[in-house]
């Protein structure tokens, strides 16, 4: 099993800036594959970004130019590093992590005021 204990969230006006952290605890298990999704109110989950073990980082079309996803799945630490943030990126953001199986964070609130 994976624990995953995310970071960093709050409160910014629109414009600002937020980093978010996620760290996994050890364990004898690969992880492949990180990533954040966030959940706004009456919305769906969605994905933010993903990076895989190997580097490959992927974005939704929402944040591309906006957020930045990094870190190292080896070191078992990943960063969202959120800028020009709009009050639409207002949401419950989770840390997730692949290996065979999904793990998830507790989740951590970002608003974004107007």
């Known amino acids: 099993q994976v624990q995953l204990v995310e970071s960093g969230g709050g409160l910014v006006q629109t414009g600002g800036s937020l980093r978010l952290s996620c760290a996994a605890s050890?364990?004898?298990?690969?992880?492949?594959?990180m990533g954040w999704y966030r959940r706004a109110p009456g919305k769906q989950r969605e994905l933010v970004a993903s990076?895989?073990?190997?580097?490959?980082?992927n974005y939704a079309d929402s944040v591309l130019g906006r957020f930045s996803i990094s870190g190292d799945i080896a070191k078992n630490t990943i960063y969202l590093q959120m800028n020009s943030l709009k009050p639409e990126d207002t949401a419950v953001y989770y840390c997730?992590?692949?290996?065979?199986?999904?793990?998830w964070g507790q989740g951590t609130q970002v608003t974004v005021s107007s």
């Open positions: 997730n992590a692949y290996w065979g199986l999904d793990s």
């Open positions: 050890r364990s004898a298990v690969t992880i492949n594959l």
């Open positions: 990076i895989t073990r190997g580097g490959t980082v």
